[in-house]
T-cell receptor, first 110, second 115 residues
Framework: SQKIEQNSEALNIQEGKTATLTCNYT??????LQWYRQDPGRGPVFLLL?????KEKRKERLKVTFDTTLKQSLFHITASQPADSATYLC?????????FGAGTRLTVKP | GAVVSQHPSRVICKSGTSVKIECRSLDFQATTMFWYRQFPKKSLMLMAT?????????EQGVEKDKFLINHASLTLSTLTVTSAHPEDSSFYIC???????????FGDGTRLSIL
């Protein structure tokens, strides 16, 4: 069965460090992958999209990689700040089918 | 841009009541809208996909007669939870896209509590 796993339920890091979140998938061939941020009691907010033929995408302090051989995407936040604390969701899309991971709750401590 | 408004943000009502939730795309026309349910610390669970002017496509295990979806225009979709019971209590979120393979723009969700 199709499965999407995000490395850990929670990740705590110190301010200024780089946060790395992982999204692994099995039995799925996504045409593209997206990362979203969700704050408590709010809807997810789109951050980045990366297509299957792209290796890396950047946006300000964010970087996403996509390895279709490893079936994995890595999401990096450099120079992390307490304001980056939130839950981050990966989502895979293929043929009108979109599936979300359970998310990783990131806490950046001052 | 790409703002989705969801209303109401919170509903508390008695068992047996029907509850309607609205999802509007404010500054774009949404070809497709999605309805999700989210449990605490869990992933978004897709309930149904709706396209303007056509019947919604429900995911396996989601009762069509329980969760009525109407997509009357390119900017409005509604979800009606009929004869709600305590087990229907959850966080319901809608999203909309401008075109296939475009990012989803989410509403801020509706916290539904059935007493």
């Amino acid at each position: 069965s199709q499965k999407i796993e995000q490395n850990s339920e929670a990740l705590n890091i110190q301010e200024g460090k780089t946060a790395t979140l992982t999204c692994n998938y099995t039995n799925y061939s996504p045409a593209y992958l997206q990362w979203y941020r969700q704050d408590p009691g709010r809807g997810p907010v789109f951050l980045l999209l990366i297509r299957e033929n792209e290796k890396e995408k950047r946006k300000e302090r964010l970087k996403v990689t996509f390895d279709t051989t490893l079936k994995q995407s890595l999401f990096h936040i450099t120079a992390s700040q307490p304001a980056d604390s939130a839950t981050y969701l990966c989502a895979l899309f293929n043929n009108n089918d979109m599936r979300f991971g359970a998310g990783t709750r990131l806490t950046v401590k001052p | 841009g790409a703002v989705v408004s969801q209303h109401p943000s919170r509903v508390i009502c008695k068992s047996g009541t029907s509850v309607k939730i609205e999802c509007r795309s404010l500054d774009f026309q949404a070809t497709t809208m999605f309805w999700y349910r989210q449990f605490p610390k869990k992933s978004l669970m897709l309930m149904a996909t709706s396209n303007e002017g056509s019947k919604a496509t429900y995911e396996q295990g989601v009762e069509k007669d329980k969760f009525l979806i109407n997509h009357a225009s390119l900017t409005l979709s509604t979800l009606t939870v009929t004869s709600a019971h305590p087990e229907d209590s959850s966080f319901y979120i809608c999203s909309a896209i401008q075109g296939r393979s475009q990012p989803q723009h989410f509403g801020d969700g509706t916290r539904l509590s059935i007493l």
